[in-house]
Nanobody
Framework: QVQLVESGGGLVQAGGSLRLSCAAS????????MGWFRQAPGKEREGVAV????????YYADSVKGRFTISQDNAKTTVYLQMNSLKPEDTAMYYC????????????????????WGQGTQVTVSS
């Protein structure tokens, strides 16, 4: 059974930082796309940052480039999202997602491409 468990959300002031973690289990982690998506109230879920676990490729939404960094641990079982210079518009529920292994994606930042999801962690940035 695939499980993705997020942690690290919270309340932070604008300009501050948070680090999200996503621990994967019951899953063939290698050669998959894993990443972070977010959804604010009344808005569609959007891709934030994705990496390819079988290599060095990373992908970012324009709105977070230069502020957020996605990475994975050496055991390749945990994905992180370091969020710096946070803005109030970054406030959302953040979800970890993973694609099936050995699968090509058309648009890695499209949430429809992902089969596995965590329960989400709330990030709130106050102004």
């Amino acid at each position: 059974q695939v499980q993705l468990v997020e942690s690290g959300g919270g309340l932070v002031q604008a300009g501050g930082s948070l680090r999200l973690s996503c621990a994967a289990s019951g899953y063939t982690y290698r050669s998959s796309y894993m990443g972070w998506f977010r959804q604010a109230p009344g808005k569609e879920r959007e891709g934030v940052a994705v990496l390819y676990t079988g290599g060095d490729s990373t992908y970012y939404a324009d709105s977070v480039k230069g502020r957020f960094t996605i990475s994975q641990d050496n055991a390749k079982t945990t994905v992180y999202l370091q969020m710096n210079s946070l803005k109030p518009e970054d406030t959302a529920m953040y979800y970890c997602a993973a694609s099936p292994p050995w699968t090509s994606l058309t648009n890695v930042l499209d949430h429809h491409e992902y089969n596995y999801w965590g329960q989400g962690t709330q990030v709130t940035v106050s102004s």
